[in-house]
């Protein structure tokens, strides 16, 4: 939809004037341009619901690679829909970087206990392995759930809920179903009762 302040005037620069002054440093220029679409990079990252600080991060990420890129922007005509796919994939970034965070919360290569045996340490890092192959069988809202909770730093429950797309008082029940499942799965791998 266009409206009255995207028609260009006489005294309304063209975006073709506008990016080679923004990408030489031109401040009026860089203001005209977050002006122009700044709501449109604002909607695309607000449609991901991040926190807040992320938010801000995919934000300040989309327009610094539009400082970084402004002298490559084939169509400046085309400037918002090059802003709103680049604020979108800074939100999948940031999405598939916090589900690689929490992806292996259960490695326990890095965590040595100095008073086990080399032996102990074979065993506890083959469970660990046996483990994250079982919790990557349950289905993708048990797994996911599981991951976001038993991480070092665990987020909050309703930033998990906010995640995962489920209301915060069946975050318990899903969990309780999940390492029921989980230990059920270890049982039948031959991990006993050590689940």
């Given at each position: ?102 992806a292996d ?9 100095p008073a ?80």
């Open positions: 939809m266009t409206t009255a302040t995207d028609i260009p005037t006489d005294a309304t620069p063209l975006m073709t004037d506008l990016l080679p002054r923004a990408s030489s440093g031109d401040p009026g220029a860089w203001a005209e341009i977050m002006r122009r679409y700044g709501g449109v990079v604002s909607a695309a990252v607000r449609s991901y619901r991040l926190p807040e600080g992320d938010e801000l991060d995919a934000t300040q990420t989309t327009w610094l690679r539009l400082a970084e890129n402004a002298h490559r922007v084939q169509y400046p005509d085309r400037l918002g829909g090059w802003l709103a796919t680049t604020a979108r994939r800074e939100c999948l970034r940031i999405l598939h970087d916090r589900a690689k965070r929490a919360p259960l490695d326990m290569d890095t965590v040595a206990d086990t045996s080399p032996e102990q340490h074979a065993i506890d890092r083959d469970t660990a392995h046996t483990l994250r192959a079982l919790v990557a069988e349950l289905e993708p809202r048990k797994r996911d759930l599981l991951q976001a909770l038993f991480t070092d730093n665990p987020p909050s429950y309703a930033d998990i809920a906010d995640a995962l797309g489920i209301p915060i008082g069946s975050i318990g029940p899903t969990r309780d179903r999940a390492l029921h499942q989980l230990r059920q799965l270890g049982y039948e791998h031959g991990l006993g009762t050590e689940l």
